[in-house]
T-cell receptor, first 113, second 119 residues
Framework: AQSVTQLDSQVPVFEEAPVELRCNYSSSVSVYLFWYVQYPNQGLQLLLKYLSGSTLVKGINGFEAEFNKSQTSFHLRKPSVHISDTAEYFCAVTYTGGFKTIFGAGTRLFVKA | GAVVSQHPSRVICKSGTSVKIECRSLDFQATTMFWYRQFPKKSLMLMATSNEGSKATYEQGVEKDKFLINHASLTLSTLTVTSAHPEDSSFYIC???????????????FGQGTRLTVV
């Protein structure tokens, strides 16, 4: 079955510290990978996406992610977080066979002063 | 990027009534739209896939008679929650994709969501 696992439900971190949010997906021949951010009572905003090419993807707000095919992972990183980064982050995978997008359970990033 | 507009953003209804939520693609033609439901502090669960001009495909466990989906045009899909009950209270989000040339666009664009509260 197709699945996306976000290993951490909550990640507390101090302001200006680095952070990594982990994401693993079930193996498939071809996938597209996404990270979204959601602020309270709002929809989803795309942070970055991997479609093909370079495995290191840079997105908005200083975030980046690295696609690792052998480990079926797509971890999100930011070298220095801000209070405003506090939000829910979702990893999502589109299996190209069906074009459905499946979401991980989400990781709550909480940035402390 | 492309814009998807969802309306209303919030709705409160009485138990037993029906509520319609609209999802519009504003600057592109959405051949396929998806409806998700999000419980508090939970992830998005795909409810159904809606293709223009055909019946929606529902995910396992989703009651098709309860959650009516209509995708009558390339820019509009609607989700109607029929005979709503308090347990239907949730955050509903739509997303849309479109064809670019010969393939479906790889990115789905999301609406801002609808907070439904059934009292």
């Amino acid at each position: 079955a197709q699945s996306v696992t976000q290993l951490d439900s909550q990640v507390p971190v101090f302001e200006e510290a680095p952070v990594e949010l982990r994401c693993n997906y079930s193996s498939s021949v071809s996938v597209y990978l996404f990270w979204y951010v959601q602020y309270p009572n709002q929809g989803l905003q795309l942070l970055l996406k991997y479609l093909s090419g370079s495995t290191l993807v840079k997105g908005i707000n200083g975030f980046e992610a690295e696609f690792n095919k052998s480990q079926t992972s797509f971890h999100l990183r930011k070298p220095s977080v801000h209070i405003s980064d506090t939000a829910e982050y979702f990893c999502a995978v589109t299996y190209t066979g069906g074009f459905k997008t499946i979401f991980g359970a989400g990781t709550r990033l909480f940035v402390k002063a | 990027g492309a814009v998807v507009s969802q309306h209303p953003s919030r709705v409160i209804c009485k138990s037993g009534t029906s509520v319609k939520i609209e999802c519009r693609s504003l600057d592109f033609q959405a051949t396929t739209m998806f409806w998700y439901r999000q419980f508090p502090k939970k992830s998005l669960m795909l409810m159904a896939t809606s293709n223009e001009g055909s019946k929606a495909t529902y995910e396992q466990g989703v009651e098709k008679d309860k959650f009516l989906i209509n995708h009558a045009s390339l820019t509009l899909s609607t989700l109607t929650v029929t005979s709503a009950h308090p347990e239907d209270s949730s955050f509903y989000i739509c997303s849309a994709r479109h064809w670019t040339g010969q393939m479906m666009n790889t990115e789905a664009f999301f609406g801002q969501g609808t907070r439904l509260t059934v009292v």
